[in-house]
């Protein structure tokens, strides 16, 4: 078994190919020096608190796997080998694809100064930047950039979040983006919405040119703009296109004895749904699981999908179970969006349902009951 790329995805196939009683060898092909470590956190602690980065370890303990930490080049399908930049080839039976993505970057050809956030040496060197700051902007408003802005304000930093689409409008919609619009300005993150893409100016990058023509300058400028899947090293073997590799719901691909899963992912369509990625931390767990299951030819052990989502904005959690984008208006609201606490749910045209704790301690269990309760439909 060999799994390339050591981070949730690869740990937890690592970890699921021992708990499904796989004995043999498990390789392991990771890129970070440090080893494997959780994300999330990176925007929500570390930016915030230096001590925050002794807890994201992702652990191989115990597994008994051969860990290469040298980047995978190449794959070769028919040989079934894959070799890294070290100059190793490393046999398969089964290959599981976990190398996850990249932030995409805006900065021209030659541009120096472009952050972006990650990786853990990503959030330090943000974090060091942002001690002697006095503005930032953040260039995104989907949840990372959100993230980024919410640090900042934590920190005292007036932060400016410049997006074409409102914060989180294409994932949460209109009616929870506008409330959290209006919480971050409570708490010091201005929004400017650009007519189109904005472009980085200055060299080393000092700010943002929209499409209008305003300019805008900070101490800091940070590129939260999505991300790019990592397959690079997978050219030639026809398994890689624009959204990243291809995967059925039991994270096959089109190769016999290859599997993938998590960011570097989308789910292929049936005709009925289209292509999809879903590059979530509880997705990429679920996935992994399924890509070790499938690489050992066993039955799923669970839903390949999972559409837990959360993400932290102005000091509030949110937490989502269930399909997004959200369309339209909740069907019920009980709490108050002012207070910061409410539980909301939305009810989709086929019948499913999506459950959102706003700023409410909910567990995630209780969350995914609602979410499959037969709801009122939205209006
Ligand atoms: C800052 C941040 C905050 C986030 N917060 C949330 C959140 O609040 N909620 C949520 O649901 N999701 C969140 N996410 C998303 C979540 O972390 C990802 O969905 C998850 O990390 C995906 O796991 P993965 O293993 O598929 O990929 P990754 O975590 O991207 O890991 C892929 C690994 O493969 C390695 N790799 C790449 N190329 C190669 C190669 N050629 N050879 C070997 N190794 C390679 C990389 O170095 C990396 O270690 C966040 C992401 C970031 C960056």
Same mark, same amino acid.
């Given at each position: 078994?060999?799994?390339?790329?050591?981070?949730?995805?690869?740990?937890?196939?690592?970890?699921?190919?021992?708990?499904?009683?796989?004995?043999?060898?498990?390789?392991?092909?990771?890129?970070?020096?440090?080893?494997?470590?959780?994300?999330?956190?990176?925007?929500?602690?570390?930016?915030?608190?230096?001590?925050?980065?002794?807890?994201?370890?992702?652990?191989?303990?115990?597994?008994?796997?051969?860990?290469?930490?040298?980047?995978?080049?190449?794959?070769?399908?028919?040989?079934?080998?894959?070799?890294?930049?070290?100059?190793?080839?490393?046999?398969?039976?089964?290959?599981?694809?976990?190398?996850?993505?990249?932030?995409?970057?805006?900065?021209?050809?030659?541009?120096?100064?472009?952050?972006?956030?990650?990786?853990?040496?990503?959030?330090?060197?943000?974090?060091?930047?942002?001690?002697?700051?006095?503005?930032?902007?953040?260039?995104?408003?989907?949840?990372?950039?959100?993230?980024?802005?919410?640090?900042?304000?934590?920190?005292?930093?007036?932060?400016?979040?410049?997006?074409?689409?409102?914060?989180?409008?294409?994932?949460?919609?209109?009616?929870?983006?506008?409330?959290?619009?209006?919480?971050?300005?409570?708490?010091?993150?201005?929004?400017?919405?650009?007519?189109?893409?904005?472009?980085?100016?200055?060299?080393?990058?000092?700010?943002?040119?929209?499409?209008?023509?305003?300019?805008?300058?900070?101490?800091?400028?940070?590129?939260?703009?999505?991300?790019?899947?990592?397959?690079?090293?997978?050219?030639?073997?026809?398994?890689?296109?624009?959204?990243?590799?291809?995967?059925?719901?039991?994270?096959?691909?089109?190769?016999?004895?290859?599997?993938?899963?998590?960011?570097?992912?989308?789910?292929?369509?049936?005709?009925?749904?289209?292509?999809?990625? *879903?590059?979530?931390?509880?997705?990429? @767990? !679920?996935?992994? &699981? +399924?890509? $070790? =299951?499938?690489? #050992?030819?066993?039955?799923?052990?669970?839903?390949?999908?999972?559409?837990?989502?959360?993400?932290?904005?102005?000091?509030?959690?949110?937490?989502?179970?269930?399909?997004?984008?959200?369309?339209?208006?909740?069907?019920?609201?009980?709490?108050?969006?002012?207070?910061?606490?409410?539980?909301?749910?939305?009810?989709?045209?086929?019948?499913?349902?999506?459950?959102? *704790?706003?700023?409410?301690?909910?567990? @995630? !269990?209780?969350? &995914? +009951?609602? $979410? =499959?309760?037969? #709801?009122?439909?939205?209006?």
């Amino acid at each position: 078994m060999l799994v390339v790329g050591e981070s949730l995805v690869g740990t937890t196939a690592a970890r699921h190919l021992r708990t499904l009683g796989h004995t043999g060898p498990i390789t392991i092909i990771g890129a970070e020096g440090h080893g494997a470590c959780s994300r999330p956190p990176l925007s929500k602690a570390v930016l915030k608190d230096p001590a925050a980065d002794h807890t994201l370890g992702l652990a191989l303990d115990g597994l008994g796997a051969d860990v290469i930490r040298s980047p995978a080049v190449s794959a070769d399908i028919r040989r079934r080998t894959v070799t890294t930049a070290d100059g190793r080839q490393v046999a398969y039976g089964a290959l599981i694809v976990a190398t996850g993505a990249d932030a995409r970057r805006l900065a021209a050809h030659g541009q120096r100064g472009e952050l972006v956030l990650r990786t853990l040496d990503d959030a330090r060197l943000l974090r060091g930047r942002l001690a002697d700051t006095g503005s930032v902007i953040v260039v995104g408003a989907g949840f990372l950039g959100m993230e980024v802005a919410s640090a900042c304000a934590a920190r005292g930093i007036p932060a400016t979040v410049v997006d074409a689409d409102r914060p989180l409008q294409r994932i949460l919609g209109d009616h929870l983006s506008a409330e959290i619009t209006a919480r971050a300005a409570a708490h010091g993150i201005r929004f400017v919405q650009a007519t189109g893409f904005a472009t980085l100016t200055g060299d080393p990058v000092s700010g943002v040119a929209l499409p209008d023509g305003t300019e805008l300058t900070a101490d800091l400028v940070v590129t939260c703009a999505g991300e790019v899947p990592c397959t690079g090293w997978l050219g030639g073997t026809g398994l890689a296109g624009r959204l990243g590799v291809g995967i059925d719901h039991a994270c096959a691909t089109t190769v016999p004895g290859v599997f993938a899963a998590g960011a570097v992912t989308y789910l292929r369509g049936d005709g009925t749904r289209p292509d999809r990625r *879903a590059p979530f931390w509880s997705n990429a @767990v !679920a996935q992994g &699981r +399924a890509a $070790a =299951a499938s690489a #050992l030819g066993l039955p799923q052990p669970g839903p390949p999908q999972d559409d837990y989502f959360w993400t932290e904005v102005a000091g509030l959690t949110v937490k989502i179970v269930g399909r997004l984008p959200l369309l339209g208006e909740p069907a019920t609201v009980p709490g108050s969006m002012a207070d910061g606490r409410a539980l909301l749910t939305w009810s989709h045209a086929d019948g499913t349902s999506t459950a959102v *704790a706003y700023g409410l301690r909910k567990p @995630v !269990a209780a969350l &995914r +009951a609602l $979410a =499959a309760t037969p #709801l009122p439909p939205s209006p």
